[in-house]
C-alpha cells in the first residue's frame, strides 16, 4: 500500500491523533529521540511482521488487500494500523534526529564549545557588516547575535568606563583598542580559540602589535583612512571644472567654504579624525605632546565649523548618495558606499581623495569586553568572522579593505583594485597611524568640545 493512500483513508479523529502525538514528540527535546525512536520503529516492525498479510504480488493483489485493510474492522488490521503510526512517528523522530544531530555538528575551526547561555551582545560602526553574515553565524552555530550600532569611540569608552555594558564585542578603532586595552577594561584574547588568525596579514598583524602589545586584545576587523568625499558634478559646477580636490586646504579657506556650503558640506564628529588630519595639514605631529598644536588645530577648525551642515560619523554617506550634500570628510568605505548607492540610483558619482598633504589611516577593531558574560561566545564570533570567506563577504559588501591575507583573492576586484579602498605604495607614503599620546587625551575633548559648541552658534 502506498503511504498516501494510507494517509488517504485515516479517518479525521485518527489524524488528529497522529498529529497531536507527533507534535509531542516534537516538543520532546532532542536528546530523547534517541531513546524513543529506536524502540518504536523495533515494535512497529514486530508488530507490523505478525499481523501483515500475504503479500501482494500484483497490481490486483495490492488493490484488494489495501481494501481490506481499510474497510476491516478485524483485531489484525488494527493492530497494522497501530504499527504503522508507530513507525511513521519512529521514522520521523529518526529523521529529527539525523538533522539535529546535523545542525549540532560545530564546524571545523570552531573548536570550542559555546557557553550554555547561547546569545552574544555585539556593538559595531553602523553600515559595518553584511547582515547575511550574522544570519548564517546565527544558523550555523545556534547562537543568537544582539547587534547594536556605534557611530563614536568617545560614546563606546564611555559606556565602557561606566561599568558593564553588557556588550561581548565592541569594535573600537585602534589607538582606543590601546586606552581600553592599559584600562583593563578588556579580556585578553585566548588565541588557542582563535585557529583562523593564520589568515591575518603578519605584516599588518606586526603593526598592528606595535599598538596592542603582542595583538592582545584586538584582531583587525576592517582598514581605513580618512580623507574627502566629494559630489563630482556638484563641486565643479559651483567651483568650475578647473577647481581640484586634492589638498586639506579647502575646508579652511572661507572662500571656498562659502560656496561649497551652498550644496552641502559635512564633517566627522570625531577629535581624533578631525584634529589629527588637521594637524597633518598644518604640517605639525599627528601624534604631538604639545597643548598648543591641538588649539590651534582647534581654531582652524573653528573655521570649517562655520560652514558645516554638521558633525556627524555615518548621516553623511547617505547624504552623499542622495545629493543633500556635496563634500565632506569622510571614512574611505562610506564614500565607496555612497558612491556605489548614487549611482545605483542614477545619481552623481561621488569621489573619494587623500589629500597630498596625507591623511590617516587605522584599523577598527574587535575585541571582547572584560565584562562579558559569553566569553566563547565571543571567541567563536571573532573566529568565524576571520574565516578568508567571510570577512571578504563583509569587504565587498561595505566596501572596506581588510587585514585577512586569504581574504584577498576571493573578494570582488572591483574592491581589490579601487585604490581608494586598497591603497598603492605611493599614497601608503603619505599616511599616518595615529595614537594620540595618553596626555594630550583631555585637551583633544576640550578643543573639541570648542569646535561644536562654536559651530553651533
Ligand atoms: C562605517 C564606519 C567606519 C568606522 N560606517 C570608522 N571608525
Redesign the pocket.
Given at each position: 500500500m502506498q503511504v498516501g493512500s494510507f494517509f488517504c483513508r485515516l479517518s479525521i479523529k485518527r489524524w488528529s491523533l497522529l498529529l497531536s502525538t507527533a507534535a509531542t514528540l516534537l516538543l520532546l527535546p532532542p536528546c530523547v529521540y534517541p531513546i524513543a525512536a529506536l524502540p518504536m520503529t523495533i515494535l512497529a516492525s514486530v508488530l507490523s511482521f505478525l499481523s501483515s498479510p500475504r503479500k501482494p504480488h500484483t497490481a490486483r493483489d495490492a488493490t484488494t488487500a489495501d481494501a481490506a485493510i481499510a474497510t476491516a474492522p478485524t483485531g489484525s488490521s488494527r493492530t497494522q494500523r497501530f504499527a504503522r503510526t508507530l513507525s511513521l512517528v519512529g521514522g520521523a523522530l529518526c529523521g529529527l534526529l539525523v538533522s539535529t544531530t546535523a545542525m549540532a555538528a560545530p564546524a571545523e575551526d570552531q573548536v570550542i564549545t559555546p557557553d550554555a547561555d547561547k546569545n552574544l551582545f555585539v556593538y559595531n560602526?553602523?553600515?559595518?557588516i553584511d547582515p547575511q553574515v550574522l544570519k548564517d553565524f546565527e544558523q550555523e552555530t545556534g547562537i543568537t547575535v544582539h547587534y547594536d550600532i556605534m557611530d563614536s569611540n568617545e560614546v563606546l569608552e564611555a559606556k565602557l568606563m561606566v561599568g558593564s555594558s553588557g556588550y561581548d564585542i565592541i569594535a573600537p578603532?585602534i589607538h582606543v583598542l590601546k586606552r581600553l586595552g592599559d584600562a583593563g577594561l578588556l579580556l585578553p584574547l585566548d588565541k588557542s580559540k582563535l585557529p583562523n588568525l593564520k589568515h591575518l596579514d603578519p605584516q599588518k598583524m606586526a603593526k598592528i602589535a606595535l599598538i596592542d602589545k603582542d595583538n592582545r586584545y584586538g584582531i583587525p576587523y576592517m582598514e581605513?583612512s580618512t580623507g574627502i568625499a566629494y559630489n563630482t558634478r556638484k563641486v565643479a559646477e559651483i567651483m568650475g571644472s578647473d577647481f581640484k580636490v586634492d589638498s586639506w586646504s579647502i575646508l579652511f579657506d572661507e572662500n571656498v567654504l562659502k560656496k561649497l556650503s551652498q550644496c552641502g558640506i559635512t564633517a566627522l564628529d570625531s577629535p581624533s579624525d578631525m584634529l589629527c588630519s588637521t594637524l597633518i595639514y598644518m604640517g605639525r605631529d599627528p601624534e604631538s605632546t604639545k597643548a598648543q598644536d591641538y588649539e590651534d588645530a582647534g581654531e582652524m577648525l573653528k573655521i570649517l565649523g562655520r560652514y558645516v551642515r554638521y558633525f556627524h560619523s555615518?548621516q553623511y554617506?547617505n547624504d552623499l548618495a542622495s545629493g543633500d550634500v556635496c563634500i565632506g570628510v569622510a571614512?574611505a568605505?562610506?564614500a565607496q558606499l555612497a558612491n556605489q548607492r548614487s549611482l545605483e540610483a542614477g545619481l552623481d558619482p561621488i569621489a573619494y581623495v587623500i589629500p597630498k598633504e596625507g591623511a590617516l589611516m587605522g584599523y577598527?577593531m574587535l575585541a571582547i569586553t572584560k565584562t562579558s558574560k559569553h566569553p566563547n561566545n565571543a571567541h567563536i564570533f571573532l573566529n568565524y568572522i576571520m574565516r578568508p570567506e567571510v570577512i571578504a563577504k563583509i569587504s565587498d559588501y561595505i566596501r572596506y579593505a581588510n587585514a585577512n591575507k586569504d581574504a584577498t583573492a576571493l573578494m570582488d576586484p572591483e574592491i581589490t583594485s579601487n585604490k581608494g579602498i586598497y591603497y598603492d605604495e605611493q599614497t601608503l607614503q603619505r599616511m599616518h597611524i595615529v595614537v594620540p599620546p595618553t596626555e594630550v587625551e583631555r585637551i583633544m575633548t576640550r578643543t573639541w568640545n570648542n569646535v561644536i559648541s562654536a559651530s553651533a552658534q
Amino acid at each position: 500500500m502506498q503511504v498516501g493512500s494510507f494517509f488517504c483513508r485515516l479517518s479525521i479523529k485518527r489524524w488528529s491523533l497522529l498529529l497531536s502525538t507527533a507534535a509531542t514528540l516534537l516538543l520532546l527535546p532532542p536528546c530523547v529521540y534517541p531513546i524513543a525512536a529506536l524502540p518504536m520503529t523495533i515494535l512497529a516492525s514486530v508488530l507490523s511482521f505478525l499481523s501483515s498479510p500475504r503479500k501482494p504480488h500484483t497490481a490486483r493483489d495490492a488493490t484488494t488487500a489495501d481494501a481490506a485493510i481499510a474497510t476491516a474492522p478485524t483485531g489484525s488490521s488494527r493492530t497494522q494500523r497501530f504499527a504503522r503510526t508507530l513507525s511513521l512517528v519512529g521514522g520521523a523522530l529518526c529523521g529529527l534526529l539525523v538533522s539535529t544531530t546535523a545542525m549540532a555538528a560545530p564546524a571545523e575551526d570552531q573548536v570550542i564549545t559555546p557557553d550554555a547561555d547561547k546569545n552574544l551582545f555585539v556593538y559595531n560602526w553602523s553600515d559595518y557588516i553584511d547582515p547575511q553574515v550574522l544570519k548564517d553565524f546565527e544558523q550555523e552555530t545556534g547562537i543568537t547575535v544582539h547587534y547594536d550600532i556605534m557611530d563614536s569611540n568617545e560614546v563606546l569608552e564611555a559606556k565602557l568606563m561606566v561599568g558593564s555594558s553588557g556588550y561581548d564585542i565592541i569594535a573600537p578603532s585602534i589607538h582606543v583598542l590601546k586606552r581600553l586595552g592599559d584600562a583593563g577594561l578588556l579580556l585578553p584574547l585566548d588565541k588557542s580559540k582563535l585557529p583562523n588568525l593564520k589568515h591575518l596579514d603578519p605584516q599588518k598583524m606586526a603593526k598592528i602589535a606595535l599598538i596592542d602589545k603582542d595583538n592582545r586584545y584586538g584582531i583587525p576587523y576592517m582598514e581605513l583612512s580618512t580623507g574627502i568625499a566629494y559630489n563630482t558634478r556638484k563641486v565643479a559646477e559651483i567651483m568650475g571644472s578647473d577647481f581640484k580636490v586634492d589638498s586639506w586646504s579647502i575646508l579652511f579657506d572661507e572662500n571656498v567654504l562659502k560656496k561649497l556650503s551652498q550644496c552641502g558640506i559635512t564633517a566627522l564628529d570625531s577629535p581624533s579624525d578631525m584634529l589629527c588630519s588637521t594637524l597633518i595639514y598644518m604640517g605639525r605631529d599627528p601624534e604631538s605632546t604639545k597643548a598648543q598644536d591641538y588649539e590651534d588645530a582647534g581654531e582652524m577648525l573653528k573655521i570649517l565649523g562655520r560652514y558645516v551642515r554638521y558633525f556627524h560619523s555615518s548621516q553623511y554617506a547617505n547624504d552623499l548618495a542622495s545629493g543633500d550634500v556635496c563634500i565632506g570628510v569622510a571614512w574611505a568605505g562610506d564614500a565607496q558606499l555612497a558612491n556605489q548607492r548614487s549611482l545605483e540610483a542614477g545619481l552623481d558619482p561621488i569621489a573619494y581623495v587623500i589629500p597630498k598633504e596625507g591623511a590617516l589611516m587605522g584599523y577598527d577593531m574587535l575585541a571582547i569586553t572584560k565584562t562579558s558574560k559569553h566569553p566563547n561566545n565571543a571567541h567563536i564570533f571573532l573566529n568565524y568572522i576571520m574565516r578568508p570567506e567571510v570577512i571578504a563577504k563583509i569587504s565587498d559588501y561595505i566596501r572596506y579593505a581588510n587585514a585577512n591575507k586569504d581574504a584577498t583573492a576571493l573578494m570582488d576586484p572591483e574592491i581589490t583594485s579601487n585604490k581608494g579602498i586598497y591603497y598603492d605604495e605611493q599614497t601608503l607614503q603619505r599616511m599616518h597611524i595615529v595614537v594620540p599620546p595618553t596626555e594630550v587625551e583631555r585637551i583633544m575633548t576640550r578643543t573639541w568640545n570648542n569646535v561644536i559648541s562654536a559651530s553651533a552658534q
